[in-house]
C-alpha cells in the first residue's frame, strides 16, 4: 500500500479553496484537484507492506509536539517555478510547529527503512497539476484579478495516516488512523 502522513483542512477553508477553483477551473486546461483531496503532507512514506502497519502505526502514536501549529493558507504560487510550471498550489505559512513535525516524522519513518528527504519542507496544498504544455495567460490573468487570496487558519489538533489508491478521478485518500498533536 501507498501511504502518506498529514493534516486535513478545515471546512470553511476547504470550501473556501473550492469556490477558487470552481472560478479558476474554466482559464485553463489542467488537472484540478478536488476540494476534499486537500491535505498538507507531512511526510510522504511510500509503498509500505501491510503487514508492518501496526509496526509505523506504533511509531506514529510516539510523536509528540515540540511546539503548537499554526496554520495560515493564503496565496498562490507555482512549482517549481511560475515560468515553466508543474503545480499551482495554496500557500501555507506556519509556525515552527509543522517543520518540526515534518521532520520528526521523517526521521521517525528513517528508522523503519523509509528514505528520508533531502529536500527542504515546504508544505503546500495542490491545487491543479499541469502535465503538458497548455495555454496558462488567461489562468494567470485570472489570478492577478483575484480581490483575495486569504483561504482561513486554524491550529489542528490531530495528523493523519492515509492510504492513496488510484481512482478514475484522481486518487482516493482513506484515513488508516490519527495521531493527537495535543502537547504533553
Same mark, same amino acid.
Request: glycine share 6%.
Given at each position: 500500500? %501507498? &501511504?502518506f502522513t498529514?493534516?486535513? &483542512?478545515?471546512?470553511?477553508?476547504?470550501?473556501? $479553496?473550492?469556490? $477558487?477553483?470552481?472560478? @479558476? %477551473?474554466?482559464?485553463?486546461?489542467?488537472?484540478?484537484?478536488?476540494?476534499?483531496?486537500?491535505?498538507?503532507?507531512?511526510? !510522504?512514506?511510500?509503498?509500505?507492506p501491510p =503487514?508492518?502497519?501496526?509496526?509505523?502505526?506504533?511509531?506514529?502514536?510516539? @510523536?509528540?509536539?515540540?511546539?503548537?501549529?499554526?496554520?495560515? *493558507?493564503?496565496? $498562490?504560487?507555482?512549482?517549481?517555478?511560475?515560468?515553466?510550471?508543474? *503545480?499551482?498550489?495554496?500557500?501555507?505559512?506556519?509556525? /515552527?510547529?509543522?517543520?518540526? @513535525?515534518?521532520?520528526?516524522?521523517? =526521521? &521517525?519513518?528513517?528508522?523503519?527503512?523509509?528514505?528520508?528527504?533531502?529536500?527542504?519542507?515546504?508544505?503546500? @496544498?495542490?491545487?491543479?497539476?499541469?502535465?503538458?504544455? *497548455?495555454?496558462? /495567460?488567461?489562468l494567470r490573468?485570472?489570478?492577478?484579478?483575484?480581490?483575495? *487570496?486569504?483561504?482561513?487558519? !486554524?491550529?489542528? /489538533?490531530? !495528523? !493523519? &495516516?492515509? %492510504?492513496? =489508491?488510484?481512482?478514475?478521478?484522481?486518487?482516493?485518500?482513506?484515513?488508516? /488512523? =490519527?495521531?493527537? $498533536?495535543?502537547?504533553?
Open positions: 500500500m %501507498r &501511504l498529514g493534516i486535513d &483542512l478545515p471546512k470553511s477553508t476547504e470550501e473556501k $479553496l473550492d469556490l $477558487l477553483m470552481s472560478h @479558476l %477551473r474554466i482559464h485553463a486546461h489542467i488537472k484540478w484537484s478536488p476540494a476534499y483531496n486537500l491535505h498538507i503532507t507531512t511526510k !510522504f512514506i511510500g509503498a509500505w =503487514e508492518k502497519l501496526p509496526e509505523l502505526d506504533a511509531a506514529l502514536k510516539t @510523536l509528540r509536539p515540540t511546539a503548537s501549529i499554526d496554520i495560515g *493558507v493564503r496565496g $498562490l504560487g507555482w512549482f517549481p517555478n511560475p515560468h515553466h510550471p508543474n *503545480v499551482l498550489f495554496a500557500a501555507i505559512h506556519a509556525s /515552527d510547529g509543522l517543520a518540526n @513535525l515534518a521532520r520528526a516524522t521523517d =526521521e &521517525l519513518c528513517g528508522t523503519l527503512g523509509v528514505k528520508t528527504e533531502t529536500r527542504a519542507y515546504t508544505p503546500h @496544498l495542490t491545487l491543479a497539476r499541469i502535465k503538458e504544455p *497548455v495555454p496558462l /495567460d488567461p490573468r485570472a489570478i492577478a484579478a483575484l480581490e483575495n *487570496v486569504e483561504f482561513g487558519q !486554524f491550529s489542528p /489538533d490531530r !495528523f !493523519f &495516516l492515509y %492510504r492513496s =489508491e488510484p481512482g478514475h478521478a484522481g486518487s482516493v485518500y482513506t484515513k488508516l /488512523d =490519527e495521531y493527537s $498533536l495535543a502537547q504533553p
